[in-house]
């Protein structure tokens, strides 16, 4: 799912509700992934058949290998 030859990724993107930001980094054991999202935003996660729900604010997954 994740692009072969990258350790790690992040990007931003300003929106008018605030700033969402997300990043992932290749482990030894799977791929952490880091969100944030501004108030007043609906958002989801999907990444290699996990389809999680984000609130607004900071939110640590882990995908295991």
């Known amino acids: 799912v994740l692009p ?3 350790d790690s990724a992040s990007g931003s993107v300003i929106v ?3 700033k ?4 992932w980094s ?3 054991n799977g791929t952490a992934f880091t969100v ?3 108030a007043n935003v609906d958002a989801e996660f999907r990444c290699g058949g996990l389809c999680q729900k984000l609130k607004p604010g900071k ?3 882990f995908l295991r290998k």
């Open 4 to 6: 072969e030859g990258l």
């Open 16 to 18: 008018p509700q605030g």
């Open 20 to 23: 969402i930001a997300v990043s």
């Open 26 to 28: 290749k482990t030894p």
């Open 36 to 38: 944030e999202i501004p």
């Open 59 to 61: 939110t640590e997954l």
